[in-house]
């Protein structure tokens, strides 16, 4: 039985000060600061627990035990239960844990409107003439990727090497509509007048099946091994072959589809047939290809397109939903991600333009080739690429992917709320509120526990093993009624 | 197979009200066009001036 797919992602931001002196680690400090001074007390990120080094296959590099994140960099935890850290030179920001892909939908968003408002808050903050660049994007185009994952909660009794196996298909094939689209190719050995335009920024920088790196060698499997909760039971899928969306309908469907796909491994739905033979070079065939009529080389000897692999999952997951149901991701949202993978699917087989509203690449690529046309520009023209970069600023009224009619799927109201409230319905819950009713009384949080000071001897850390309890339901009543953190440490009875 | 039929989208300007599917059709082509056109007014308008330096000056490091 599939359980709950409880999940979440974290962007890495591209960072730019035009004008003045770029210092992509000074930057990142001088923006998150900015926030994070202009709302409560800052409390600071916990690495207690914290073993990046942990590998899913079984074993444990002692190398990758340092510490992965400076930890004298600015690393804060929000009221609304997210992380807003300093990751290597890059602005990260790390939603709460979320109880559907819905949910993640909304504090995706409202982790792009944080970022807005730090890029206003830190704008005073600069020398006279500077500029700070935002871009929610993957690459420079020079070669440099950053990451946006997504994590998803699997079982621990699911065997890992069959997790591997079952989900590779997917996130090779899933870029056909989640996919953010970039100009040229910084893959090695392929040039951008062979590759002038493709349907990934991340696919060229995936090197091996399955690993541990995640900064070179880039595994379309990450094995990370931090589950970040009780690792009897679980595991924490941790996912960096995406690339951050701009399109909501983009982000639903990577993360819904992503999770449908999980449960039906968990529950033995998918099978082993749509093993790919060479999954690495299969990814960048299909990212180099916008046409869609690549096919690619199955175990089986057959041979598929990215269109023909997404449809069996489609098929399956449609039986699956009939026969199972789809509790573990939500009913709701499931059926909401089922109609939308069809309606993606279908759109790109056929008419391209209608899907331009859903799919980051499509809305790009046609606004490239208009843009090409009227300016009678060629492939690999600087204008080009200066779109492709636009499409993901986030300064207000420069950004492209905010003028080329992309469908909504949140309102403003929730995704205005999730700036400052924790999803109600998993652990996020409880660290987001004691956060925003306690701000002095806690010492420092993370993902599995947070550390309280109680007004006496000693500090008093809770831990929170179970990523689905502390919701509102279980602990909103405690909280409404404790009168201070030690009142609530003693009902807790921690 | 049947999965595939392709799908109408439910969008205000495809409200099954009126007039004559091939007319539509042509309004529906004329006015994406017209859509396009202004987003590339828009483009135009706020697409960085030096292309070319920016793109050049754009340089991140690698990151995750």
């Known amino acids: ?494 | 197979m049947a999965e595939r039929v392709h799908k109408q989208k439910q969008t205000s300007d495809r409200s099954d009200e009126v007039g004559a599917e091939a007319s539509a059709t042509t309004e529906q082509g004329d006015k994406l066009r017209a859509e396009l056109d202004d987003l590339l007014d828009e483009i135009d308008d706020v697409l960085e001036s030096n292309a070319e330096d920016f793109v050049k000056s754009y340089i991140q490091k690698g990151g995750e």
């Open chain 1, 1 to 494: 039985m599939a359980i709950p797919k409880v999940c979440g992602i974290e962007t890495e931001y591209g960072i730019l000060v035009r004008g003045g002196e770029s210092n992509p680690v000074a930057a990142s400090s001088v923006l998150i600061n900015a926030y994070v001074n202009d709302r409560s007390r800052r409390v600071d990120w916990d690495f207690e627990d914290e073993t990046p080094g942990v590998d899913a296959r079984g074993f444990s590099y002692a190398d990758a035990l340092a510490p992965e994140v400076e930890s004298h960099l600015v690393n804060a935890v929000l009221t609304n239960g997210a992380r807003y850290y300093v990751d290597h030179a890059h602005p990260e920001i790390s939603t709460p844990e979320c109880s559907d892909a819905l949910q993640a939908l909304v504090y995706d968003r409202s982790a792009e409107e944080i970022v807005r408002l730090s890029m206003a808050l830190a704008a005073p903050l600069l020398p006279d003439g500077a500029e700070l660049l935002v871009h929610k994007n993957n690459s420079d185009g020079k070669g440099n990727s950053y990451g946006c994952h997504e994590n998803f909660l699997v079982a621990r009794e699911t065997p890992f090497g069959r997790l591997v196996a079952e989900i590779t298909p997917h996130f090779v094939t899933r870029q056909i509509f989640c996919g953010a689209g970039k100009v040229g190719c910084e893959a090695p050995g392929f040039s951008t007048t062979e590759v002038p335009f493709q349907i990934s920024q991340r696919a060229d920088f995936f090197e091996e099946e399955v690993g541990l790196e995640t900064t070179l060698k880039r595994p379309i499997v990450n094995t990370r091994d931090e589950p970040h909760c009780d690792p009897q039971k679980y595991r924490r899928l941790h996912v960096i072959v995406g690339d951050a969306n701009m399109s909501e309908g983009a982000t639903l469907l990577k993360l819904g589809t992503t999770s449908i796909v999980l449960s039906m491994i968990e529950d033995g739905f998918v099978g082993s047939d749509l093993a790919l033979a060479h999954p690495v070079p299969a990814i960048r065939q299909i990212s180099h290809d916008p046409t869609l009529r690549r096919t690619v080389l199955m175990q089986s000897g057959a041979r598929m397109s990215a269109l023909d692999i997404q449809w069996q999952l489609l098929e399956r997951a449609n039986r699956y939903a009939e026969e199972r149901g789809l509790s573990s991701v939500g009913e709701d949202v499931g059926r909401l991600v089922l109609s939308l993978w069809e309606e993606v699917l279908s759109g790109l087989a056929g008419d391209r333009a209608t899907v331009a509203d859903l799919v980051d690449w499509v809305a790009k690529e046609r606004i490239i080739d208009a843009y090409a046309r009227r300016h009678s520009v060629p492939d690999g023209d600087p204008r080009l690429r200066a779109i492709d970069l636009q499409y993901h600023d986030m300064r207000p009224g420069k950004g492209l992917s905010t003028k080329v009619g992309l469908r909504t799927f949140v309102s403003a109201e929730d995704v205005s709320r999730g700036i400052e409230r924790a999803p109600e319905t998993t652990r996020a819950y409880f660290r987001g509120e004691c956060l925003r009713r306690w701000p002095d009384d806690i010492v420092a949080a993370n993902w599995d526990s947070m550390v309280f000071d109680v007004g006496r001897d000693p500090l008093r850390r809770v831990p929170m093993m179970e990523p689905l309890r502390g919701t509102k339901a279980h602990v909103g009543e405690l909280l409404d009624s404790s009168t201070s953190i030690g009142d609530l440490v003693d009902r807790l009875g921690a």
